[in-house]
């Protein structure tokens, strides 16, 4: 399976999400998985444009997840060098979810989910901004009917207690160097995982900026698509849950 996603979908994003989709689209029609924001940042934008596209989206297979509230990292400093790098340089305090205390994990999830409900929009699936669940958010998590969620290297089902190793192949847009080494990566992690059940690929706006990394997306899709299929991670999931536990899941 290959799961295409596009993350940090609000308002404010959206034109260059949608450009995502198309780029992906002129490759192959496929099933995207869209992560959206409700309140991106803490903004309050209209977001007309946005619920038109996204009903579209449905209408054609696509799915809807809940990514985060507002992918915004608001917990109090991080006390280790590890979370203070995971925290402040590497995801540039956008790891919302990474260190949340489990009382204002849980407001915001319902909180999303709510803002979901109020749009008709089903949901599957829950992706914690940059990836990161803290302990907390880990115990909450449970108390919800997501039937997935992924971290940077795994996707877990949640209701099983198990996850298939699956890292994502991502770029990074925000500086020279990153958008320079990490096509590289993403190729070379793409030959190591070939093997794989699940391969992934996550996209975000900045992406689109940089027609080297779109190009270069397309050209992964194109490749990966000669072996496998692209399903949403909701449909993942169901697919997983089919296969023996042994020896693909890990608990």
């Known amino acids: 399976m290959l799961c295409v996603s596009i993350h940090d979908v609000a308002p404010g994003t959206w034109e260059e999400c949608a450009r995502l989709a198309r780029a992906m689209r002129s490759v192959a029609e496929m099933r995207l998985t869209w992560l959206v924001v409700p309140r991106y940042h803490d903004r309050v934008e209209d977001e007309h444009a946005m619920r038109r596209g996204l009903d579209a989206a449905l209408e054609r297979g696509d799915e809807l997840a809940l990514h985060g509230y507002t992918h915004l990292d608001t917990a109090r400093r991080a006390d280790g060098l590890r979370q203070r790098f995971l925290r402040?340089?590497?995801?540039?305090?956008?790891?919302?979810?990474?260190?949340l205390a489990a009382e204002e994990a849980r407001e915001r999830i319902a909180l999303g989910l709510e803002w979901f409900r109020q749009r008709d929009w089903p949901v599957a699936g829950f992706v914690p901004p940059a990836w990161l669940l803290g302990e907390a958010a880990w115990r909450v998590l449970p108390e919800f009917a997501f039937s997935y969620t992924t971290t940077f290297t795994r996707f877990h089902l949640l209701r099983q207690g198990r996850s298939?190793?699956?890292?994502s192949l991502v770029y990074t847009a925000?500086?020279?160097?990153?958008?320079?080494?990490?096509?590289?990566?993403?190729?070379?992690?793409?030959?190591?995982?070939a093997g794989g059940p699940l391969m992934r690929l996550s996209l975000h706006p900045p992406d689109v900026r940089h027609p080297h990394l779109v190009a270069h997306a397309q050209r992964l899709v194109e490749r990966m698509l000669a072996t496998r299929e692209a399903v949403t991670k909701a449909e993942c999931a169901r697919r997983l849950l089919a296969l023996s536990p042994a020896p693909l899941y890990q608990a």
Request: proline residues 6%; aromatic residues 8%; contains cysteine.
């Open 88 to 99: 402040g340089v590497y995801t540039q305090r956008e790891g919302e979810f990474a260190a």
């Open 164 to 167: 298939v190793f699956a890292p």
């Open 174 to 193: 925000r500086n020279r160097t990153g958008r320079a080494v990490s096509p590289v990566l993403a190729s070379a992690a793409a030959r190591c995982l």
